[in-house]
């Protein structure tokens, strides 16, 4: 079993900056892709940006230019930077993982709890 701990977040006014963190433990052999979606209130689950194993970050297009995405492969950690940050861009955020238990195992995908990022005056 693997966690995916979560912090940073928090209330922030348009055109600041806040940073999300986020740590993998347990049962981890690998990571494969890891990163971070979002979900505001009656909306569906969306890809922020998410680090790819042996690739670049792949962002959504409402995030490019303004976050980014950092990942430590020997602490199992990923950081979301976001600037300029906007009303519609408050929302749940969930860390995301792509998880090997194991070198034989396939791969497991496990989310955090999910913090809460609100942009407002």
């Known amino acids: 079993q693997v966690q995916l701990v979560e912090s940073g977040g928090g209330l922030v006014q348009p055109g600041g900056s806040l940073s999300l963190s986020c740590a993998a433990s347990g049962s981890i052999f690998s990571i494969n892709n890891m990163g971070w979606y979002r979900q505001a209130p009656g909306t569906q689950r969306e890809l922020v940006a998410l680090s790819t194993s042996g690739g670049s970050p792949i962002y959504a297009d409402s995030a490019k230019g303004r976050f980014t995405v950092v990942r430590d492969n020997a602490k199992n950690t990923v950081a979301l930077q976001m600037n300029s940050l906007k009303p519609e861009d408050t929302a749940v955020y969930f860390c995301?993982?792509?998880?090997?238990?194991?070198?034989?195992?396939?791969?497991?995908?496990?989310w955090g709890q999910g913090t809460q990022v609100t942009v407002s005056s």
């Open positions: 995301y993982a792509a998880v090997r238990g194991s070198r034989s195992s396939g791969t497991t995908h496990y």
